[in-house]
């Protein structure tokens, strides 16, 4: 196995010559032959691998023009540039007008090239866990790859995309946005053929009005389907529901509650997994989740359908269901002893807190503690938001709810609005550390969430440090 700029595969990206890339971008060859052969790029110089194209962004901070000579040292045979740049022998320097966008029109004649089966998820919360999921049922019938890490803009997508290897049949893409106009943009870069909405919720209200202004962004997957494509949308969720007027082709429905493609009979396990009954057009099959959480039901429901779309039978697709992993950061259930600590410290919004709280709600402990952090871009809906989440917290079975930063302010103060247990807020991170010590005994249970920029993983990197007894660790800064 090769790693390509960050992408594992198990063989090589196609090979381009300097003038077919010169000529697909509009660009023109100013150092090196056109013979040149480039195999995978790279916007970052140490990711450099002998024979890849370096990609030379000008940044806000940063200028990628600065670290071409390093990524010729390291081996790379050519770099896009849009200024005049230093090459050695045998080098090759391909002048365009904007680097990004020649980055981005290289990375459509690659998809197009190896004629692609495209799969692009897109959603409120869940893209990342349905994408696992979405690529372990595809890898059952087809040579599958997804993206890795956070390449889901208008930079990694084309990253995933330009280092594929050859033998790629399927590409499962997770698609992210900050704003209207953002998933066109990476629709019109990988031209998914199947579409995914996974949910509309509140996540990045900094940068929309409404939801509904936050859901007709997410349709922006949908409406880009071809007529022979094929959109997936969840059926319990309204906004993402409504989004079916806006496909041209096939629509293929998901819940819990109704849809084409459903679970009867959850059943949740106490090792934090869950069984269900899957129905789909051409068939049902029992499946075993190792991921926790309801929620992680519908990821599962909507991976499922990616099967579907994709003409995998129902027994093959419960089986790569259930190799599906948590992934890091997002609801990992980690077990300190006697101690059950569930960390979702990736990012953080009203509807993944409320699917974080029911995951605890299934999980037997006492103590039962909850540390929720600030959640961030939620614009002129924040104060409100996090009174919301609070009021939710005080109705669950929590012995004591931990509120942290200055956000989180607000969502103590809907949490003693409805009465509920003992509170604390803080904005010191010492401060949650050493309540947490004296609180986590033997049989205890906590959940630990929050937004991204809170750094949250710090608590759960202390907590996970054992002391000399074998109890977590004594905490402090992390």
Excluded at 137 to 161: K, Q
Excluded at 200 to 229: M, Q, W, Y
Excluded at 325 to 335: D, N, S, W
Excluded at 387 to 416: E, Q, T, Y
Aim: glycine share 12%; net charge positive.
């Amino acid at each position: 196995m090769t790693r390509a700029g960050g992408l594992e595969t198990r063989a090589s990206p196609p090979a381009w010559s300097a003038a077919e890339v010169a000529r697909i971008v509009g660009g023109r060859i100013t150092h090196g032959a056109g013979g040149a052969v480039v195999r995978g790029a790279a916007v970052d110089s140490r990711t450099i691998t002998p024979g890849m194209l370096f990609v030379a962004l000008a940044g806000t901070q940063s200028d990628g023009h600065g670290f071409v000579a390093d990524a010729f040292h390291r081996g790379a045979a050519g770099a896009f540039v849009s200024r005049p740049c230093e090459a050695p022998p045998g080098a090759v320097l391909i002048l365009v007008e904007d680097t990004l966008r020649a980055f981005q029109r290289l990375a459509r004649a690659a998809r197009d090239r190896q004629r692609l089966r495209v799969v692009g998820i897109t959603g409120s919360v869940g893209k990342t866990s349905t994408k696992e999921m979405a690529a372990g049922v595809a890898a059952r019938a087809f040579r599958t790859a997804r993206s890795p890490e956070n390449w889901n803009t208008e930079i990694g997508i084309p990253l995933v995309l330009a280092n594929l290897p050859e033998d790629r049949e399927v590409v499962v893409l997770e698609m992210a946005m900050r704003g209207p106009g953002q998933i066109r943009e990476l629709v019109e870069i990988a031209r998914p053929e199947i579409g995914v909405v996974t949910n509309v919720g509140e996540s990045h209200l900094d940068f929309f009005p409404s939801r509904d202004a936050l859901a007709a962004a997410k349709g922006e997957l949908i409406e880009g389907l071809p007529e022979d494509g094929c959109a997936i949308l969840n059926a319990d969720d309204r906004l993402a529901w409504a989004l079916r007027g806006r496909a041209r082709g096939r629509v293929i429905a998901f819940g819990l509650e109704r849809g084409e493609v459903r679970a009867e009979a959850v059943s949740l396990l106490p090792s934090g997994g869950s069984t269900f009954r899957l129905k789909t057009p051409g068939g049902q099959a029992q499946v075993t989740l190792r991921v926790p959480g309801r929620h992680s039901v519908h990821n599962a429901l909507a991976a499922a359908a990616v099967g579907v779309a994709l003409g995998i039978g129902a027994d093959a697709v419960a089986a790569g269901l259930a190799e599906a992993a948590p992934v890091p950061m997002r609801l990992e259930v980690i077990r300190l002893g006697r101690t059950v600590l569930l960390s979702d410290v990736y990012n953080s919004s009203p509807q993944s807190v409320a699917a974080a709280l029911d995951t605890l709600d299934e999980i037997e402990g006492s103590p039962r503690v909850v540390v929720l952090g600030d959640m961030k871009e939620l614009g002129t809906r924040a104060v409100e938001a996090h009174r919301r989440v609070g009021r939710d917290a005080a109705r669950r079975r929590i012995d004591l709810l931990v509120a942290f930063g200055p956000l989180a302010r607000d969502l103590a103060a809907g949490a003693r609005e409805a009465g509920g247990p003992r509170i604390v807020h803080t904005e010191s991170l010492d401060d949650v550390l050493g309540l947490l010590m004296k609180e986590l005994v033997p049989g205890s249970v906590a959940l630990i969430k929050g937004s991204r920029a809170m750094a949250m993983e710090r608590i759960t990197a202390a907590l996970m440090r054992p002391e000399p007894t074998g109890t977590p660790g004594r905490g402090g800064s992390a």
